[in-house]
């Protein structure tokens, strides 16, 4: 299957900085990435949808100045968390997938968030 | 909302097969159906996706009824190593972006 990657894997950092996530599909454009987030023992939550060249779409109660999201190529979206604070610390997962109904949406690895 | 209803746990021994049904009632006419296997700490693995009939591949059959209202996913001769959370999602169309919408899953666990 198809390829997604996500840097860093895991990042520890100080509580008001701020933090960026990138996701990349390797052999393949996505038209479309997703970005989820996880916290232990629960089930992925979607925070937003993106594509390429336009604004990102958040989901309900998903904060788009805190979580902001660039989604400048077809391989390539970030995340960034502005001024993070402790109860953003959580796994986050991004996605991607083609433009048609029948493309698969392949999951990144996921990146570890701990925020002090 | 997610749109997919599936048993929350399964419990299953080395080398019998496994059948985790998944109710999708809503499917909409252009909805995939796809399933993943996530293990702790790592992203969501892709299985198997379906429209209709039957799908198979090296690690699964897909069982997709004529009126798409449910799947089975069948994982045959489980090892321990399948001990993961599988999830059932179907997209949806709505804004064209086909989005996926977690429900909670199906913690299989592989007893030896």
């Known amino acids: 299957g198809a390829v997604v990657s996500q840097h860093p894997s895991w990042v520890i950092c100080k509580s008001g900085t701020s933090v960026k996530i990138e996701c990349r599909s390797l052999d393949f454009q996505a038209t479309t990435m997703f970005w989820y987030r996880q916290f232990p023992k629960q089930s992925l939550m979607l925070m937003a949808t993106s594509n390429e060249g336009s604004k990102a779409t958040y989901e309900q109660g998903v904060e788009k100045d805190k979580f902001l999201i660039n989604h400048a190529s077809l391989t390539l979206s970030t995340l960034t968390v502005t001024s993070a604070h402790p109860e953003d610390s959580s796994f986050y997962i991004c996605s991607a997938r083609g433009p048609r109904a029948a493309d698969t949406q392949y999951f990144g690895p996921g990146t570890r968030l701990t925020v002090l | 909302l997610a749109k997919t209803t599936q048993p929350i746990s399964m419990d299953s021994y080395e080398g019998q097969e496994v059948n985790i049904t998944c109710s999708h009632n809503?499917?909409?006419?252009?909805?995939?159906i796809t399933w993943y296997q996530q293990f702790p700490s790592q992203g969501p693995r892709f299985i198997i996706q379906?429209?209709?009939t039957k799908v198979t591949n090296e690690v699964a059959s897909l069982f997709i009824p004529a009126d798409r209202k449910s799947s089975t996913l069948s994982l045959p001769r489980v090892s321990l190593s399948d001990t993961a959370v599988y999830y059932c999602?179907?997209?949806?169309?709505?804004?064209?972006?086909?989005?996926?919408?977690f429900g909670s899953g199906t913690r299989l666990l592989v007893r030896p």
């Open positions: 379906g429209y209709k």
């Open positions: 999602l179907v997209g949806d169309e709505g804004d064209s972006s086909y989005k996926l919408i």
């Open positions: 809503n499917i909409a006419t252009n909805d995939y």
